[in-house]
């Protein structure tokens, strides 16, 4: 069967569905108490591991591992999405989405995207919370013009996430190890805790993204600002390619011997 023609409109309703379905199974796995206590409260206290150790090594230090561990709570979130795009085939369901005539490449696009808005919450509450008590300077204008950048992080790195999860659709088995392992290699390579490792940080996302946070928290946005976010955007876009390529052809694989359904 060949995927039917859609308009943007109709395929931006799949993947709002899709998205509503993803928040679904998530609200379905967190009480707010359980994700205060439990979730979050894990988050926080990494951030602020890494944030102390900066005392220790000298000025300016506390500043830049809280910055850099807290931005990379948006990518970490994202890359969630390796192991919840599988979560269709968990659930009997990916079969079905491939059998049906509209492409179910658009639905795993926006089955994970619930994870953005709670990246952001992270990212911007662990900010504030472990930083204004560790006395590190954050303008609230400053931090309100970061917000857009944190969004772009987090939906460059989200495509990246989808990338990995569907080269892992076949092999459930690998979902957690491939993105554990993405998120290790983004945390040593990108910037976070050490300057960014060029020029193979340059392919990744965040590495652009974390540049222009901090460079807007310690002057305010400007030119050189503009064209890292360029870049992150760029990025983003060229890992949103591979991972719509990946899936389109996983699907028409699909379609043509069933794969999907027999594969490990």
């Given at each position: 069967?060949?995927?039917?023609?859609?308009?943007?409109?109709?395929?931006?309703?799949?993947?709002?569905?899709?998205?509503?379905?993803?928040?679904?199974?998530?609200?379905?796995?967190?009480?707010?108490?359980?994700?205060?206590?439990?979730?979050?409260?894990?988050?926080?206290?990494?951030?602020?591991?890494?944030?102390?150790?900066?005392?220790l090594?000298?000025?300016?230090?506390?500043?830049?591992?809280?910055?850099?561990?807290?931005?990379?709570?948006?990518?970490?979130?994202?890359?969630?999405?390796?192991?919840?795009?599988t979560?269709?085939?968990?659930?009997?369901?990916?079969?079905?989405?491939?059998?049906?005539?509209?492409?179910?490449?658009?639905?795993?696009?926006?089955?994970?995207?619930?994870w953005?808005?709670?990246?952001?919450?992270?990212?911007?509450?662990?900010?504030?919370?472990?930083?204004?008590?560790?006395?590190?300077?954050?303008?609230?204008?400053r931090?309100?013009?970061?917000?857009?950048?944190?969004?772009?992080?987090?939906?460059?790195?989200?495509?990246?996430?989808?990338?990995?999860?569907?080269?892992v659709?076949?092999?459930?088995?690998?979902?957690?190890v491939?993105?554990?392992?993405?998120?290790?290699?983004?945390?040593?390579?990108?910037?976070?805790?050490?300057?960014?490792?060029?020029?193979?940080?340059?392919?990744?996302?965040?590495?652009?993204?974390?540049?222009?946070?901090r460079?807007?928290?310690?002057?305010?946005?400007?030119?050189?600002?503009?064209?890292?976010?360029?870049?992150?955007?760029?990025?983003?876009?060229?890992?949103?390619?591979?991972?719509?390529?990946?899936?389109?052809w996983?699907?028409?694989?699909?379609?043509?011997?069933?794969?999907?359904?027999?594969?490990?």
């Open positions: 069967m060949r995927p039917s023609r859609l308009g943007a409109r109709q395929g931006l309703r799949i993947v709002w569905y899709a998205t509503r379905s993803g928040m679904s199974d998530y609200s379905a796995a967190f009480t707010w108490k359980s994700w205060l206590a439990g979730w979050y409260l894990r988050i926080l206290a990494q951030v602020l591991f890494f944030a102390t150790i900066g005392a090594l000298g000025p300016g230090q506390t500043g830049y591992l809280l910055v850099g561990n807290a931005v990379f709570l948006m990518t970490s979130h994202s890359l969630l999405a390796t192991a919840s795009t979560w269709e085939r968990d659930s009997g369901t990916l079969p079905l989405l491939v059998a049906s005539p509209a492409p179910s490449s658009l639905v795993l696009l926006g089955r994970s995207l619930f953005i808005p709670e990246g952001l919450v992270c990212a911007v509450g662990a900010l504030l919370i472990v930083g204004i008590p560790l006395g590190v300077p954050l303008p609230p204008v931090v309100l013009w970061c917000l857009p950048m944190l969004l772009l992080i987090g939906l460059s790195s989200y495509c990246l996430g989808v990338f990995l999860g569907a080269t659709l076949t092999r459930n088995d690998l979902r957690n491939v993105g554990q392992a993405a998120m290790t290699t983004m945390m040593v390579v990108c910037g976070v805790n050490f300057p960014a490792v060029r020029p193979v940080a340059g392919l990744l996302p965040l590495t652009h993204g974390l540049a222009a946070v460079a807007t928290l310690d002057r305010g946005p400007d030119a050189a600002v503009a064209v890292q976010l360029g870049y992150e955007a760029a990025t983003g876009a060229g890992w949103l390619a591979a991972a719509w390529l990946v899936l389109r996983l699907e028409a694989r699909s379609r043509r011997d069933g794969r999907i359904v027999f594969s490990g």
